[in-house]
């Protein structure tokens, strides 16, 4: 948010409130009071605009939040800039497995048989994000792990994991 003062604002004892993150303005017209108010209206605002940020920031990840069941699914989710939650065993080896076989397929589908290049900050392979407490708002509702089978390799599922990518 940033506040202008300008000659107008001071003859009325006012000032002008621009937000930044979607472009309004707002003036603040203090009156007889003159800017004694003003702390107050912004702290009121700012509360206003992290909670319309946080609105959007849970928007825009709940639209790319994917429950995946099976391994066919994920690195097309993946590709399309998804996170995945999916039930997983939880074994140190398979994770890595699911990053080179993330990370090949997604090389595959580019049409690029050879290696990343070493130079590359980020890779195309899958990685861990967390371990998500479930249920949990926000979250897809999920049925509980106990029965259903590791996305991957087909042993008893032990978690729910969120997988993504780094961009």
Do not use: H
């Not at 009325?12 to 702390?39: F, H, P, T």
Request: aromatic share 6%.
């Amino acid at each position: 948010m940033a506040t202008q003062v300008g000659r107008t604002e001071v003859k009325e004892k006012g000032a002008r409130l621009v937000i930044r993150y979607n472009g309004s303005k707002e003036n603040y017209e203090g009156g007889g009071d003159g800017v004694s108010g003003l702390g107050l209206f912004v702290k009121q605002r700012l509360v206003e605009i992290q909670d319309a940020m946080l609105a959007k920031a849970t928007r825009d990840r709940n639209s790319k939040l994917k429950v995946v069941m099976e391994w066919k699914d994920f690195v097309p989710a993946l590709n399309d800039k998804c996170l995945c939650l999916t039930p997983f065993c939880d074994e140190e080896a398979e994770e890595e497995k699911v990053k080179e076989a993330s990370r090949n397929e997604a090389l595959q589908a580019q049409g690029d048989e050879e290696d990343e290049d070493e130079r590359t900050a980020t890779s195309i392979a899958a990685k861990t994000l967390c371990k998500p407490s479930l249920p949990q708002a926000g979250l897809p509702d999920v049925a509980p792990i106990e029965g259903l089978k590791c996305f991957f390799s087909g042993k008893p599922a032990t978690a729910w994991v969120l997988w993504g990518r780094s961009y």
